[in-house]
């Protein structure tokens, strides 16, 4: 079975000294792609020092919606000129998260601008994390609103873009119409196995009305394990499972190579077709 994990925090402390393992598990299970987003300056540090001992792997670099007031100007910069470095294939991750305001929410969305400016700049995807509390949906709503703003899905996002997506929805959370709404704005949608938590239902819909060419899929390592993986840490070999269910939601078997070919190439769509035209490639 062909698989990409388009989300991994392999960096994470909770990877360490085995992540050569859980890297050989992961393409024993038929991985050939991996992303690993940064959420602050150290984790993306790291995440371009682990695609240097393993360059199969892609690097995100970016400021998650929970450290949003705690990274300094200082390390933003830094995080910033590491946007245009080659290793890196995407912006993030960033986004909104209304659940967990472990920053406050103008700083989210001063902190969101910023990335989302980075990935206009660099011409690569931003990679959005989205969560409003039980019920609700306020941020996706917010999100779309900056999206919007910012000149995604408008003619500032095509000239740089083309028909590449500008950005991704990292571990789909959300109602139909939000899948809808970021999908006609060009943007990719990537689910992980949140979408088993209950209260995520509407993502079993939304698995099945993703184009392939933009559909992803992603472990969110070391969190969201999904049934079936360990109960602990989450590790990418495991996104085999995400991967099935979403087949089946399409009517399809995950050993039909129509549906690994597709992964990959949305993958590589996505996050590594802009290399050629990026200044330092
Ligand atoms: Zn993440």
Same mark, same amino acid.
């Given at each position: 079975?062909? &698989?990409?994990?388009?989300h991994c925090?392999?960096q994470a402390d909770r990877f ?11 393409r =024993?299970?038929g991985?050939?792609r991996?992303l690993v987003? $940064?959420?602050?300056a %150290?984790?993306c540090?790291?995440?371009?020092a682990l ?5 199969w792997? #892609?690097a +995100?670099?970016?400021v998650?919606?929970h450290?949003?007031?705690? !990274?300094? #100007?200082?390390? %933003?910069?830094?995080?910033?000129s590491? $946007?245009?470095d080659p ?6 991750? =960033?986004?909104? #998260?209304y659940?967990r *305001?472990?920053?406050?929410?103008e ?8 990335n ?5 700049e660099?011409?690569?995807?931003a990679i959005l ?5 039980a019920g609700?949906?306020d941020?996706? #709503?917010?999100?779309?609103e900056?999206?919007r *703003?910012?000149?995604?899905? $408008? ?11 500008p950005a991704?929805?990292h571990? @789909? ?9 970021v999908l006609d ?8 196995? &949140?979408?088993?938590?209950k209260?995520?239902e ?6 099945? &009305? !993703? ?7 992603e ?6 394990s999904p049934?079936?993986g ?9 996104v085999?499972?995400t991967?099935?269910w979403?087949?089946?939601?399409r009517?399809?078997?995950?050993a039909?190579?129509?549906?690994g070919?597709?992964?990959?190439? +949305? @993958?590589?769509?996505?996050?590594r077709a802009?290399r050629a035209?990026q200044?330092? *490639?």
């Open positions: 079975m062909r &698989l990409v994990d388009s925090h392999l360490g000294p085995d992540v050569d393992a859980v890297l050989e598990a992961a =024993t299970a991985v050939e991996i987003p $940064g959420w602050n %150290w984790s540090e790291a995440s371009l695609v240097d001992r393993h360059p792997l #892609d +995100a670099v970016g998650h919606p450290d949003a007031s705690r !990274v300094t #100007d200082a390390e %933003w910069t830094r995080i910033a590491l $946007g245009s290793r890196v294939v995407a912006i993030g991750e =960033t986004g909104l #998260d659940d *305001a472990f920053s406050p929410i700083a989210q969305h001063l902190n969101l601008r910023r989302l400016a980075l990935a206009l660099t011409g690569k995807p994390h989205v969560r409003s509390s609700r949906r941020a996706q #709503d917010a999100l779309l900056e999206l *703003a910012a000149g995604f899905g $408008g003619g500032v996002a095509a000239a740089v873009f083309g028909s590449r997506p991704v929805i571990s @789909y959370s959300g109602p139909v119409d939000f899948a809808r709404a704005l060009g943007l990719a949608i990537s689910i992980s196995g &949140l979408a088993f938590r209260g995520e509407p993502t079993a819909e939304v698995a099945a &009305l !993703v184009p392939l060419e933009r559909l992803l899929v472990t969110d390592s070391p969190f969201l049934p079936g360990p109960r602990g840490r989450n590790e990418p070999e495991w085999r499972i991967a099935a979403v087949a089946e939601r009517g399809l078997d995950a039909e190579p129509s549906f070919d597709g992964l990959v190439t +949305a @993958y590589d769509a996505a996050f802009g035209s200044p330092h *490639a």
